[in-house]
T-cell receptor
Framework: KQEVTQIPAALSVPEGENLVLNCSFT??????LQWFRQDPGKGLTSLLL?????REQTSGRLNASLDKSSGRSTLYIAASQPGDSATYLCAVRVNNDMRFGAGTRLTV | DAGVIQSPRHEVTEMGQEVTLRCKLISGHNSLFWYRQTMMRGLELLIY????????DSGMPEDRFSAKMPNASFSTLKIQPSEPRDSAVYFC???????????FGSGTRLTVV
């Protein structure tokens, strides 16, 4: 069964700092990996989707990488802002099913 | 497209009552997923459908939970009878095919008192 782990569980950084969130998964046979953002009391907003054949995706200040062979993904946030404060979740899709990590709570 | 639409946004009910949560998929999507989110357990997959057919319901906690997809664009999740431990945020999400990402609804916050 696919296990998805996110470290750290919580992270606090000063405004302007660059930061990296980590995601690891146990089964490399994935279709894709998706990073989401969740604000308190809100739903999940998709940030980036990386297909299994891709190495990275970029959107604005966000860059996500995928290393399928090692079962790892990172989300890089450049020049962090207070508005980036939220919980960030990664999810991997295996077959027609998506498994989520527990998330990293970011405070800027 | 209005995205994935869930109703109601909030539901407060008494223990023992029947609760029905509703979800409308994005037009053209053929996969539908129900998740439950709690502080203790995070996001848990309850059940998913592909082309209106339930594929995996192993995440449904008990027989008190049931889900249907009467047509290609609509699904319901029913809890009967509801219990306080069912209190959580219930999300549905839809997708087009395996290579696609998920689009989530805004969720239904259920409180059973």
């Amino acid at each position: 069964k696919q296990e998805v782990t996110q470290i750290p569980a919580a992270l606090s950084v000063p405004e302007g700092e660059n930061l990296v969130l980590n995601c690891s998964f146990t089964d490399s046979a994935i279709y894709n990996l998706q990073w989401f953002r969740q604000d308190p009391g809100k739903g999940l907003t998709s940030l980036l989707l990386i297909q299994s054949s891709q190495r990275e995706q970029t959107s604005g200040r966000l860059n996500a990488s995928l290393d399928k062979s090692s079962g790892r993904s990172t989300l890089y946030i450049a020049a962090s802002q207070p508005g980036d404060s939220a919980t960030y979740l990664c999810a991997v899709r295996v077959n027609n099913d998506m498994r989520f990590g527990a998330g990293t709570r970011l405070t800027v | 497209d209005a995205g994935v639409i869930q109703s109601p946004r909030h539901e407060v009910t008494e223990m023992g009552q029947e609760v029905t949560l509703r979800c409308k998929l994005i037009s053209g999507h053929n996969s539908l997923f129900w998740y439950r989110q709690t502080m203790m357990r995070g996001l848990e997959l309850l059940i998913y459908f592909n082309n209106n057919v339930p594929i995996d319901d192993s995440g449904m906690p008990e027989d008190r939970f049931s889900a249907k997809m009467p047509n290609a664009s609509f699904s319901t999740l029913k809890i009967q009878p509801s219990e306080p431990r069912d209190s959580a945020v219930y999300f549905c999400a839809s997708s087009l095919w395996e290579g696609y990402g998920y689009t989530f609804g805004s969720g239904t916050r259920l409180t059973v008192v």
